[in-house]
Nanobody, 123 residues
Framework: QVQLVESGGGLVQAGGSLRLSCAASGLPFSSYAVGWFRQGPGKERESVAAISWSGGDTSYTDSVLGRFTISRDNAKNTVFLQMDSLKPEDTAVYYC????????????????WGQGTQVTVSS
């Protein structure tokens, strides 16, 4: 059974930092690309960042470029999202997802999803 479990969310003031983790089990993790997505109140789910199976290729949506960093540790079956200089508009439920292919920023391309972790940024 494939499981993706996010952790690390919480409440932080604007300008602060959080580090999200996505722990995977039940799949050959080192063969899967992983994406981070988020869904704010009343909004559609949107892409945030994605990383290739090897970690050699990364992609970011424009609004987080230079503030967020995606990375992975295949030995620990975990992907991270370091979020710095957080803004109130980053408030959302953050999800990680995996697909057996190259990373994309398209929410519909991913096969497995976690349950999400809440990130709230206060002004």
């Amino acid at each position: 059974q494939v499981q993706l479990v996010e952790s690390g969310g919480g409440l932080v003031q604007a300008g602060g930092s959080l580090r999200l983790s996505c722990a995977a089990s039940g799949l050959p993790f080192s063969s899967y690309a992983v994406g981070w997505f988020r869904q704010g109140p009343g909004k559609e789910r949107e892409s945030v960042a994605a990383i290739s199976w090897s970690g050699g290729d990364t992609s970011y949506t424009d609004s987080v470029l230079g503030r967020f960093t995606i990375s992975r540790d295949n030995a620990k079956n975990t992907v991270f999202l370091q979020m710095d200089s957080l803004k109130p508009e980053d408030t959302a439920v953050y999800y990680c997802a995996a697909r057996w292919a190259a990373q994309t920023m398209n929410v519909y391309d991913y096969d497995y999803w976690g349950q999400g972790t809440q990130v709230t940024v206060s002004s």
